[in-house]
């Protein structure tokens, strides 16, 4: 079982793969603002960004409940 200051490291921490997704979405936003037209492509690349956006997002949220469900104090 891991002591609370390693949960404590790894709760402020984005997994590698989150971290590869975030620069993904940050190229894609780069991409749609260089290139301002409205067309389908841009449409799904945003749609993409909020679908794995909300993922992340889901993710941490159930870390932190495990964290909780633990009794763990959080800051």
């Known amino acids: 079982m891991k002591n ?4 404590e490291k790894q709760l402020g ?5 989150e971290t590869e997704t975030l620069r993904s979405i940050s190229n894609d936003i ?8 409205i067309t ?11 679908r794995q956006l909300a993922a992340i997002k889901e993710t941490h ?3 932190l409940i ?3 469900k633990q009794n763990h104090t959080l800051d």
């Open 30 to 37: 780069n991409n749609i603002t260089e290139n301002p037209q």
């Open 40 to 50: 389908e492509d841009s449409l799904r690349k945003l749609e993409n960004i909020v």
């Open 4 to 7: 609370k200051i390693e949960l």
């Open 61 to 63: 949220n159930w870390r």
């Open 66 to 68: 495990k964290l909780l």
């Open 13 to 17: 921490k984005f997994r590698e793969i």
